[in-house]
């Protein structure tokens, strides 16, 4: 049997590279060998552990989302915290996975000051945000973890997903922004961003976050 170490590897942006039968010590092993500071995503399942590297157009949207999302919740006057691409796992379900982002919305002052994240005690994100350009979200892995809601944006769209008697059901509309069109909106300023340049789009999705207050009230 030949034994490779993981520095050998290397995964052009863009690609990924999955292994099989890896059980939940290898998986952790492998966690504290790439560290926290790294390029790629990790995704684990049942064994099966995936290892990605984004894109630069996949960096980018995942942070322009994320503004996006944090500039509504600012405007709704609503608190959230984000823990980024926080490795989440739990070993009792044999699940583990790193988000492009994510955020504590309803239980957000569970999470005010923590360091350390257990599954077990602690609740997952309320709302996790993936960018799929060259590769599928692992579902699977946020549904073993009850994530609550997912936002997936693949080919200039957004997709809602909610998680609802152990499976994701996709949704027109956010539980979490029920007024607001997400779908239409996040991906329309998004597109914008491209045009007229980020902050002078997330400056207009503040205005137009306003006027459908207006509306709304």
């Not at 894109?55 to 989302?65: N, S």
């Not at 492009?100 to 309320?126: E, S």
């Not at 045009?195 to 459908?212: D, Y």
């Amino acid at each position: 049997m030949v034994t490779l170490q993981l520095r050998q590897l290397g995964v052009p942006p863009g690609h990924r590279v999955l292994f099989h039968d890896v059980n939940w010590q290898e998986f952790e092993a492998i966690l504290e060998e790439l560290g926290e500071k790294r390029p790629s995503r990790l995704a684990y399942i049942n064994g099966t552990l995936e290892i990605r590297v984004p894109l630069p157009e996949h960096e980018k949207a995942k942070v322009i989302i994320g503004d996006l999302v944090k500039a509504l919740l600012d405007e709704c006057d609503r608190n959230w915290e984000s823990l980024g691409s926080t490795t989440f796992k739990r070993e009792d379900m044999l699940a583990g996975i790193e988000p492009d982002n994510c955020f504590y919305i309803q239980n957000h002052a569970q999470m005010i000051g923590k360091t350390r994240l257990d599954l077990t005690v602690d609740p997952p994100p309320d709302l996790a945000i993936e960018v799929d350009v060259t590769s599928k979200t692992q579902v699977s892995a946020y549904q073993a973890l009850g994530v609550p809601e997912i936002w997936r944006y693949e080919n200039g769209k957004i997709q809602i997903y909610l998680l609802q008697s152990g499976k994701y059901v996709e949704l027109q509309t956010s539980p979490t922004f029920p007024s607001f069109p997400i779908i239409e909106e996040i991906s329309r300023f998004l597109e914008m961003s491209r045009t007229i340049g980020t902050s002078r789009a997330l400056r207009e999705f503040r205005k137009w976050v306003r006027k459908q207050r207006n509306l709304i009230n």
